[in-house]
């Protein structure tokens, strides 16, 4: 049992990692522009694709990933110059209906392009050798790709912080952040800010396309939809806006997700007579395996007790006009 749950808390990790990868990017570009992108999973999904493509045509890991970085960040360059850049300042409502447009051309483009290509709409991801397998530590057994997910992830989120914390261009990101009308008076460049932010968050994106198009085998225009809307979500939890913030929010939505899942069927794993009398008949009865189909409901019935509990989430804080 104790190998197992440890086993199930490594793969929580590996899951909070990918959302954690998705979530910053939501809440840099939040912070900055108050814009909740929701067009952010399908440069997930574009970079997926990019890596299909590239690998499918034998370039080997070490130029099929720079290439898939590299195209998803130009995507994503493109959609703020074109789409979001001459809405600036507009409504909220106006720059969210941009974001869903977005997402829409981005899937139906690539629908498209599959189609021009005679490829079928869902098509198997060729994994490379190096993100396939198994790690076995003693009694646990784990993916291989969820480790290099957990160990990638965090490595890139330290990166992410030395680069804010430590040079201009992040600083400047954080002073347009706390306010982007001060920021553009004391000469900070918005435009190269702005772009910084989503050539960032494209990055993240792409990589956190490859390693779900891995653990997921297959892909189609539309797997961004389900990753964004859990980025989503674990950036409110940490605090929307807050890097750190959506940091935390994707490992604490990750680990929620696996052990709900683990929770559901304990009983059956629990050995007759290890346990008191009735106490294994009562998981059995009260948390069966079939829960485990249900773990998005524990997803949002955890986001309401936050937002109930803490409706800044976690390293969020309340605006000024809200605290009076």
């Known amino acids: 049992m104790g190998a197992y749950l440890l086993q199930q808390f490594v793969n929580g ?11 910053v990017g939501l809440a840099m570009v ?38 898939m970085v590299a195209g ?32 829409q051309i981005l899937q139906n483009g690539t629908l498209l392009t599959t189609r021009l290509a005679s490829q079928p709409q869902q ?20 993916p291989r790709v969820n480790i290099i997910s957990f160990v990638v992830g965090t490595l890139l989120l330290a990166l992410l912080t030395v680069f804010v914390t430590r040079t201009t261009l992040g600083l400047s990101m954080r002073a347009a952040a706390e306010d982007l009308m001060a920021a553009q008076l004391m000469g900070i460049k918005i435009n190269r800010v702005v ?15 490859l390693l779900f198009a891995v653990q997921a085998g297959q892909i189609n225009p539309y797997i961004g939809f389900t990753p964004v809307l859990k980025a989503f979500i674990a950036a409110v939890i940490g605090g ?3 890097i750190a913030g959506a940091v935390i929010g994707g490992y604490a939505l990750g680990l929620l997700e696996v052990f709900a899942t683990t929770l559901a069927g304990i009983g059956d794993l629990i050995p007759p007579g290890s346990v008191p009398p009735g106490v294994r008949e ?8 079939s829960l485990a189909s249900y773990q998005d409901a524990f997803v949002f019935v955890a986001l309401i007790l936050v937002l109930l509990v803490r409706p800044q989430g976690i390293l969020g804080r309340r605006d000024r006009e809200d605290s009076l």
């Open 13 to 23: 990790l590996s899951a909070g990692s990918l959302y954690a990868l998705m979530a």
């Open 30 to 67: 939040f912070g900055i522009l108050r814009l909740i992108n929701f067009a952010h999973g399908d440069l997930m999904m574009i970079a997926a694709y990019l890596a299909a493509f590239s690998l499918g045509a034998g370039f080997p890991l070490e130029v099929a990933i720079p290439t």
């Open 72 to 103: 998803t960040v130009l995507v994503g360059l493109l959609m703020e110059r074109i789409a979001y850049r001459p809405i600036r300042g507009a409504p909220d409502v106006a720059m969210l209906l941009t974001s869903f447009a977005v997402g």
């Open 123 to 142: 098509i198997a991801f060729p994994s490379p050798d190096l993100l396939g397998g198994v790690a076995t530590f003693g009694a646990i057994t784990v």
């Open 195 to 209: 772009a910084t932010a989503f050539a960032i968050g494209s990055a993240l994106a792409a990589v956190a396309g």
């Open 240 to 242: 929307f806006g807050s």
């Open 282 to 289: 009562f998981l059995q009865q009260w948390l069966p395996s």
